[in-house]
């Protein structure tokens, strides 16, 4: 597939929004299967690397401990296809990823309230458990550039600030479109936010600021199509996701973090209202801030744990992008579960207005 530049995948991605919100009706949600029979899972996550080793780590060592359970896994996960599913009261997601925000304000509507009293939450770290999710782990989208795009050390950008400056560092940029990858919170802290003060977020400054970049800049819908990109060195500078770093610097792209101020958010996952399923999801999603669950997932993404008594051993890429690790010289800003839980639907539809225009 061939990355097309912002105003054309921002099109198709509000496009494909549209489209999806449009189902709705009124069948009855179907029965509850029985939880001790066979069940299959379908488990929606991100693809690629990340999803794989999800598969490894999540799925595998639970369908061996309980056999009358197995999963299938699709991608990508989408709050408006959950919507489109519920309302048509034909719920086909069991599992979903999601971010913590749109779990949180769509929690008992779109997603279903989940019981955790029984995971041990005394090594969680704080904001692992909501309502309606549970996280697994918590990932960081930091500033890094293709090394051979600036060669020269002096010569090569060093802040967030950089990254706007197209006349000192002129490049093609990539952003990911997904709200948990840090594309409103970038923008104000280049344009001279303080991270300690970023919140509430000023959505329209940080969209006039992404204005001053748009015409040489790639927003991608996905971290896959992202990370196709800086492989093929369509993009010189980018925001992209550790667990997507780490495979390309593992194929041997030579890529240069910028420690400056780096945005992290814990991913979760959430089950959709209506699942038939949900007891089973309920049972599978407790195993996943295991300490050997959270400890595999760091190793194979370079993600930062959830559960503190995981004790990963990361390979020299993964220590690389470690965002609460030794490489990390500068801030990290983790987003505001409850600011994003209280607007993110009224957020994810500006930004989508503000994509397609």
């Not at 379908?42 to 309980?66: D, L, R, S, W």
């Not at 993009?235 to 030579?254: N, Y």
Request: glycine share 8%; proline share 6%; with cysteine.
């Amino acid at each position: 597939m061939v990355l097309r530049t912002s105003r054309v995948l921002a099109v198709l991605v509000a496009t494909a929004v549209v489209s999806m919100t449009a189902a709705c009706g009124g069948d009855e949600p179907a029965a509850a299967v029985d939880p001790e029979g066979d069940v299959k899972l379908t488990f929606v996550a991100y693809g690629g690397v990340g999803q794989e080793a999800m598969i490894k780590h999540y799925q595998e060592p639970y369908t061996k401990a309980h056999p009358n359970v197995t999963f299938t896994n699709t991608s990508p996960p989408d709050v408006a296809q959950v919507k489109a599913q519920v309302e048509s009261g034909a719920v086909l997601w069991d599992v979903v990823a999601t971010a913590p925000a749109a779990a949180t304000q769509n929690c008992g509507t779109l997603f279903e309230p989940l019981d955790f009293s029984g995971v041990d939450k005394s090594n969680l770290a704080e904001g692992t458990i909501g309502k309606c999710y549970i996280g697994n782990f918590i990932n960081a989208s930091p500033f890094a550039y293709r090394t051979d795009a600036f060669p020269d050390p002096s010569k090569a950008p060093k802040s967030i600030k950089d990254f706007f400056d197209v006349q000192n560092f002129p490049g093609q940029r990539g952003i990911l479109t997904n709200l948990q990858n840090g594309i409103l919170e970038y923008p104000l802290l280049a344009d001279g936010v303080e991270p300690d003060a970023l919140y509430p977020l000023d959505v329209d400054r940080s969209l006039k600021k992404l204005n001053t970049i748009r015409k040489v800049t790639t927003f991608a819908p996905n971290v896959g199509a992202l990370q196709q990109a800086v492989g093929a060195k369509q993009v010189d500078m980018f925001l992209l996701a550790d667990a997507r770093l780490v495979p390309l610097m593992d194929e041997g792209a030579d890529i240069t973090v910028v420690w400056d101020v780096t945005v992290a958010s814990i991913n979760c996952f959430a089950v959709p209202k209506g699942s038939p399923k949900k007891v089973v999801a309920e049972r599978f999603l407790s195993t996943v801030v295991s300490p050997e669950a959270v400890a595999g997932i760091s190793e194979a993404l370079g993600t930062a744990p959830v559960n503190l008594a995981a004790k990963p051993n990361l390979s020299e890429n993964a220590k690389k992008v470690e965002v609460y690790g030794d490489a990390n010289t500068g801030k990290t800003v983790l987003q505001d579960v409850q600011w994003y839980a209280d607007n993110f639907n009224e957020v994810t539809a500006k930004l989508t207005n503000w994509l397609a225009g």
